[in-house]
């Protein structure tokens, strides 16, 4: 099995979930030797808790699992440390610190970290902090030759290192990677891949019926200073860097036709949450933020026993994902958790999502630095604004209640 899993990408920025300006000729070939969930959502929009849902099949609120430091501790179960358990060589190319706590990599893994070590993650901003793009997390064009040797590229050259040195079968592995997350930048050629003039153009900026926040955080980080050229400019960084992320996808895979497991391998593609990118007149996310944007998860199955070139209109959660990778591994559950298998469970008629905390909980929220000063402050001065929220989707609509405003 390959995980391969991007970070804060959109649905709508993958070709085979409609982008008319997207090029990820990767991801749409995985789609197509396979089966896309045109209606998988994740249970959180924010990092960790998305995570820690997806890989326990429970949703944030059961266990707390909720902020970004409430992290899978030694004696929760979770995906990686099942499967080993039942004798599979798990790997984790590179490493993350927003979903294990301490000692659960070591427990749940046979191998992880890196063989090729990153040399840079981010660059740093070109632009001061009062800048128009530096509040919209916007930094630009790497001025690197050939590709950056950033934690991406680190884990995928790690990944591949793995592969070629022929893995003990049964394998898992995990490609966990952080584009395209913001801050936005790419380098060349990704950087200029994509016509500034053909991005489609974000929602505006229209507050009225929508939930305070977004009126918030508009007015907070002064992004009524971008026009449209500038959310142009941004989205076509953004999707140059998810066609890094689609060439990363074709290396893997390369890398695993070459160990000549491609006839045996399962490739789940998906991420953990999405991004604003204009619409709504923001970028970046929120812990209570449950716009499609945010949640709409692009989920690919591909591989033994998985219908070829299908689309699935059913509503999917992303708590499926376990039970689902489970039943393929023939591995039992041995814990409570509410996911269904998207090959023998029964189809559901809504997915839901949650986010937010109670006024009461303010001292546990987030304290940043730049950039993402504003957003923390944004919370502990009106708890309100980040409070408990649930979506509720189906074919036919969504419904998303807010504990402290209007639904």
Request: glycine content about 8%; proline content about 8%.
């Amino acid at each position: 099995m390959v995980l391969f899993m991007p970070d804060q990408l959109r649905a709508d920025a993958v070709g085979a979930f409609g982008s008319l300006v997207a090029k990820t000729p990767h991801i749409d070939a995985l789609a197509a030797r396979g089966t896309a969930f045109t209606d998988a959502y994740s249970q959180h929009s924010v990092c960790g808790p998305s995570r820690v849902s997806m890989f326990t099949g429970w949703y944030p609120h059961v266990m707390g699992h909720r902020t970004l430091t409430h992290l899978l501790k030694p004696w929760e179960p979770n995906l990686l440390k099942i499967m080993k358990e039942a004798g599979y060589n798990v790997a984790w190319a590179g490493q993350r610190g927003d979903t294990f706590a301490p000692g659960v990599t070591r427990a749940s893994t046979t191998s992880a970290g890196f063989t090729v070590h990153p040399k840079m993650l981010w660059m740093r901003s070109p632009f001061d902090r009062d800048h128009k793009y530096a509040s919209a997390f916007y930094h630009g064009r790497r001025d690197v030759d050939g590709v950056a040797l950033d934690f991406d590229e680190a884990t995928v050259q790690t990944a591949e290192q793995w592969l070629a040195d022929g893995p003990a079968e049964p394998w898992l592995l995990l490609v966990a990677l952080l584009f395209p997350h913001p801050p936005f930048e790419v380098e060349e050629p990704w950087y200029s891949l994509h016509e500034r003039a053909a991005m489609p153009p974000p929602s505006p900026p229209s507050f009225d019926g929508k939930p305070r926040y977004m009126r918030a955080i508009h007015e907070r980080y002064r992004l009524d200073r971008l026009d449209s050229s500038d959310w142009a400019e941004i989205a076509a960084t953004y999707h140059g860097m998810v066609s890094r992320v689609d060439d990363q996808l074709g290396r893997v895979w390369a890398a695993v036709d070459r160990a000549g497991a491609s006839a045996t391998t399962v490739t789940a593609f998906f991420t953990d949450h999405g991004e604003y990118l204009g619409d709504f007149g923001l970028v970046e996310k929120w812990p209570s933020g449950l716009s499609d944007c945010l949640v709409r998860n692009p989920l690919v199955l591909a591989g033994p026993g998985i219908p070829e070139g299908a689309r699935r209109e059913d509503p999917v959660e992303m708590v499926d994902l376990l039970p689902t990778l489970l039943e393929m591994a023939d591995v039992d559950l041995a814990h409570t958790q509410f996911g269904r298998s998207l090959l023998s469970g029964a189809p559901r008629t809504a997915a839901y999502s949650e986010g937010g905390f109670l006024v009461d909980e303010e001292p546990l929220l987030e304290q940043a630095g730049f950039p993402y000063a504003n957003k923390a402050a944004l919370q502990h001065e009106d708890p309100t604004l980040v409070g408990k929220a649930l979506a509720m989707r189906t074919r036919r609509g969504s419904y998303i209640r807010r504990l402290y405003e209007g639904p």
